[in-house]
């Protein structure tokens, strides 16, 4: 199933949230803040996002400008105690896809958050197939022809997300912000690095190619 952020300061509510999706067979990772969601956010996947909007420091509202800044399609659930229609029209002009008001029907949530997946278009057994190569991400392993292609977790990541956008295109910006870790100042001639890795672990496969776009970035095609 799905790997879902929660962004909640209310530690007991975060963990009955968690517990309720974690019923429905997803995977739920804790955030209190919006630096800890972004500290979950850089270091795996993540396929949606339920955040309040009453948070310390940064609030939900600025989470969401700064994720839709990267990332233009992961869904994301506003959960607030904010029942006011400025309050609902301002999440759904900077790109919220849903609004609940607190107290939430738990049941009620997982099955918003089931509708998000499927509208989003996220598949639930997490598992792609491109000609012979198959890639499983609740395993995290690749395998082509039935021979296991060992990845590392960035370069399966990686390919993952290319794989399930195909045509789409990505800048090094993009990827980068996404993969790597801000502090480390990585810069985007590591997505060369792992681009070409990649290309030589799967040359076997001729069901795709990784393309490069000069001057921007990349876009995986199907042959």
Not at 4 to 11: K, P, T
Request: aromatic share 6%.
């Amino acid at each position: 199933m799905a790997d879902i952020l929660v962004v909640e300061d209310d530690s007991d509510l975060n963990r009955i949230v968690r517990g309720c999706l974690e019923d429905y067979g997803h995977t739920a990772h804790k955030a209190g803040t919006v630096d800890e969601a972004f500290a979950v956010l850089a270091g795996g996947r993540v396929d949606l996002i339920v955040s309040d909007i009453m948070l310390p420091g940064v609030d939900g509202f600025g989470l969401a400008e700064s994720v839709r800044a990267l990332d233009a399609d992961i869904p994301i659930l506003f959960m607030s105690a904010r029942d006011d229609f400025a309050a609902k029209k301002r999440g759904f002009r900077i790109g919220v896809d849903d609004y609940m008001v607190k107290p939430v029907d738990l049941d009620e949530l997982a099955l918003r958050v089931g509708a998000l997946l499927r509208r989003a278009g996220i598949a639930a057994a997490k598992r792609l197939e491109v000609g012979g190569l198959v890639l499983d991400a609740d395993a995290v392993t690749a395998s082509v022809d039935g021979r296991d292609v060992p990845l590392t977790v960035r370069e399966f990541n990686l390919l993952f997300k290319l794989l399930s956008n195909p045509g789409r295109a990505y800048t090094r910006a993009q990827l980068l912000d996404e993969f790597w870790d801000p502090a480390a100042r990585t810069g985007p001639r590591a997505v060369d690095v792992y681009v070409a890795k990649l290309r030589e672990k799967l040359a076997p496969c001729g069901a795709f190619s990784i393309v490069t776009i000069h001057g921007l970035g990349y876009k995986a095609v199907l042959a």
